[in-house]
């Protein structure tokens, strides 16, 4: 079971069920870890019709354990696209009018390359040969995918928390190319508790003797522990003490007392394990790994000397921040502060904090107000773009 | 900021016949700011009968959400503390309507439009009115009129003043007043001509067109 679990992952690694951009020797990824990528692949979706000026097109960019597959059903799992709650035909952002592109980030596990790829030297998965991936390096592949649609300038770039740090990098590093930019419950840099949570996880990941120094599949094994585990830890920094208590408080799990040992008793318990548990089976160990190193990394300000006003100098941009009052993760302040900055940049930006009790994984869900925001900005944008309704 | 964060939103919403006011004193396709922008009725104006390229700022979160969602471009702040955050002359107007009374600290405040925009409009109650003098000259009690509808406890206006003291802060500060306009009870415009004193004692309100 555990081998052709490992066989499929692998599988959509290489060979993914969604259309694949191939890049060969002579357009490698220029990556921030000093090296070159190459070959290398993207795998992505699209939805709705690009129009004749190529105007109107969204990218939107996901999180953490996310995928191309924002608006359509998962492959992998056979649940709803995550984003289909916002984004289909007749939704706010209605793909019937907009062209929306999503894409696989590099170090990803759904079909752009990443550690579960097969390694063209070696034709074995790269594992942890893999350089080191940046949210920076994640952008730049986008923007060849971009280019090879031939789109001169996003009508927005969207996404959520490292989905949102995307959004904050390619309004700073093109920002011709984006009229656009909406990033929800994100910051402009990782904060030293979000280090420390990942670096929990990556340690749970590595500590589960599975893991074989990521060279599992080599094993005939996964990490299946020790990623659940890392899924558990991450899941709880997801939602907010008062969600917790509201859908779980101390309920016991099919049980009618406590039964004196370490069975999962509590509901939370048995909620967080099935968690950790449906994770490994749609995510690659190693890819976990890169995923959350690439948004540790992730400070905006460190790139101009500190400031972050100068990473939007001169910028066009029009940005529409959300964050949530119970995100604990990405709290409201770091959205500020990216406000702030660019204020003093004297770019266009509104700013929405939505009250909800649903924490960082509020951007996910149905919220109403957020909902209305998103309508708002890209209804006032699409007028200044001069898209028809 | 947070505890201020309350469900009042920009201060005085009896009456803005101020808004027009202001909207004369912008040229079209102008930079604007309005601080305080409660829900978004001067921007809306502005955007359309004047193409301002307009932002807001506002301290109700509830305000900024209903702003957003109409397709204006305004964040949460407060005019207290959130203006230090704007470039020197990053707006050709900054318009401050009916919230100079409800800051904390009004000379910073205004010392901060100064600096943040090319001119500075700032409307606001005039505190010199009649009706007000009269309610505490014969009442001996804190006025509560139909411009000001608030009992002296759960007032959002904690710096009152009246026209004369905003033009002496005006020259403390070194602001010149390139434009001046007092409205009576009836949203009526006061004849130029009159002298300081008529506009202190008969304007309800006060729009003024500064810059430094």
């Not at chain 1, 500190?306 to 921040?321: H, I, M, P, Q, Y």
Request: some cysteine; hydrophobic content about 40%; glycine content about 8%.
């Amino acid at each position: 079971m555990v081998a052709l679990r490992a066989k499929r992952t692998n599988n959509e690694a290489d060979e993914p069920s969604s259309p694949v951009l191939r890049f060969g020797a002579d357009k490698p990824l220029k990556l921030d870890a000093g090296t070159l990528l190459s070959p290398f692949q993207i795998a992505y979706k699209t939805y709705g019709t690009l129009n004749e000026a190529r105007s109107n097109a969204i990218l939107v960019c996901h999180a953490l354990t996310g995928d191309q597959h924002v608006a359509s059903t998962n492959p992998v799992t056979g649940k709803p696209g995550w984003w289909e709650v916002l984004i289909g035909p007749g939704r706010i952002i209605d793909t019937s009018r907009f062209f929306v592109i999503c894409s696989n980030v590099i170090g990803g596990c759904l079909g752009s390359t990443g550690p579960a790829s097969t390694n063209p030297a070696t034709g074995k998965p790269y594992g942890l040969d893999l350089p080191i991936i940046t949210i920076r390096d994640m952008v730049r592949a986008q923007l060849m995918l971009v280019d090879h649609f031939g789109i001169e300038k996003l009508f927005s770039v969207l996404g959520g928390s490292m989905g949102g740090m995307q959004v904050l990098q390619w309004a700073s590093s093109y920002p011709e190319r984006v009229f656009s930019a909406l990033p929800i419950a994100t910051g402009a840099r990782h904060s030293s508790q979000n280090i420390a949570f990942h670096e929990v996880g990556r340690q749970a990941v590595m500590a589960d003797p599975d893991w074989h120094g990521g060279k599992y599949f080599e094993h005939g094994k996964r990490p299946e522990k020790g990623l659940a585990v890392a899924r558990m830890a991450a899941h709880i920094t997801y939602l907010s003490e008062a969600a917790l208590h509201r859908k779980f408080g101390r309920n016991l799990q099919d049980r009618e007392a406590l039964t004196f040992g370490f069975d999962a008793d509590f509901q939370i318990e048995s909620y967080l394990r099935h968690q950790g548990m449906t994770f490994v089976d749609r995510f690659d160990a190693n890819s976990y790994l890169y995923m959350t190193r690439a948004m540790d990394y992730f400070d905006l300000a460190a790139d101009h000397g500190g400031r972050l006003a100068d990473a939007f100098a001169g910028n066009k941009t029009r940005f529409c921040l959300v964050s949530f009052t119970s995100d604990w993760l990405f709290p409201t302040e770091e959205s500020r502060s990216v406000v702030h900055a660019l204020n003093a940049a004297g770019a266009s930006v509104s700013f929405v904090e939505i009250e909800t009790d649903r924490g960082h994984d509020a951007f996910l869900l149905d919220e109403p107000e957020l909902f209305a925001a998103i309508n708002g900005f890209i209804a006032s944008a699409a007028r200044a773009r001069g898209l028809s309704e | 900021m947070r505890q201020a964060k309350g469900e009042t939103m920009s201060v005085n919403h009896a009456q803005r016949v101020d808004l027009e006011v202001v909207a004369d004193l912008i040229p079209a396709q102008s930079r604007v700011l309005d601080v305080g922008s409660g829900d978004g009725l001067l921007l809306e104006l502005l955007q359309a009968t004047k193409q301002v390229d307009g932002r807001g700022m506002e301290l109700s979160q509830r305000g900024v959400n209903e702003c957003v969602a109409r397709g204006l471009s305004v964040i949460q702040g407060d005019a207290d503390k959130d203006l230090e955050f704007y470039p020197d002359k990053g707006f050709d107007f900054v318009v401050l309507s009916q919230t100079l009374q409800a800051t904390r600290n009004p000379k910073l405040v205004l010392d901060e439009l100064l600096r943040i925009g090319k001119h500075a409009i700032v409307s606001f109650p005039n505190f010199g009115h009649w009706r007000v003098r009269l309610s505490l000259f014969l009442d001996g009690r804190m006025p509560v009129t139909k411009d000001l509808p608030y009992s002296w406890y759960d007032t959002p206006n904690i710096h009152f003043c009246t026209i004369r003291d905003f033009v002496n802060l005006c020259d403390e500060l070194g602001a010149t007043v390139e434009k001046a306009t007092a409205l009576d009870a009836n949203g009526q415009k006061i004849g130029l001509s009159m002298p300081w004193w008529f506009w202190n004692f008969f304007g309800q309100q006060a729009v003024f067109l500064l810059k430094r």
